[in-house]
């Protein structure tokens, strides 16, 4: 099978300190043939990410492990974009020139405070404000993929359980078909399989339904930010993929997805 992971953090990111060439070994010691470096970047000042990515350092270091593991591993270019639909204009001035394989879009705040935050301050409206940036984000960013798409989960499970499918689904499917009408995908994050979380990020209602809409490009990643978690959980989501009805991953090239078979 040919096992690829495309989303990962390292030293370019804010709350990671891996090294590329240790995430490129580890890749090639757990059989991944294919991997995309996804580093968290935002323009806003008020994200905590902000100022930390120095793109011809991030660019050229992506060379340099491109170079050391040709025969062994291809290694693509992305990044995670924190709330790329807030501002757009600036985004697109500075990411155009930088010819990236991969983009990612997430919603990491709300109203430039951090989900936890947003969750302790009104737990009631928190999911419900999370989706409606969800649905805003997917409507008018340049993106490849949603990233983690229910994530406001990973902050409210412990304390105030897991959403209702049923509750929220009038607006995921709201947000799937506007993903789908923009050629936009969603990915198989398996971070929150190494939490007590115990489920994927989105859960398997929200990928039956995208799949049930017509979607297809699907995207998976462990979402590392240490070596030890590169290529975590990849079978779980292979198999759940399958489970939902998908025959095929996407990688992608120059921003262009192209099936894989599983």
Known sequence: MYLMDYHHHTNHSFDSTASMMEVCTKAI????????FTEHFSVNPLAPTYGHMVFEKYLQEIRDCQEKFHSQLIIKAGIELCEPHLLKDQYDEILQPLNL???LGSVHNLNNQKLRLALKEDHPTAYER???ELLSMVSTADIDI????DLMKRYAYKEHGLYEF???QEIIEQILKKAIDRNIGIEINTSGL???????LPSIEVIKLYKELGGEILT???DSHTVDDVGANLADAISLAKECGFNYIYKFEKRKPIPVKI
């Open 146 to 149: 949603i990233a983690h798409f």
């Open 166 to 168: 049923q509750e929220y």
């Open 220 to 222: 998976i990643g462990s």
């Open 101 to 103: 394989d991969f983009i």
């Open 194 to 200: 190494r939490t007590g979380l115990k489920q994927t």
């Open 29 to 36: 010691e757990n059989q991944i043939k294919e991997i995309c």
């Open 130 to 132: 999370y989706f409606n």
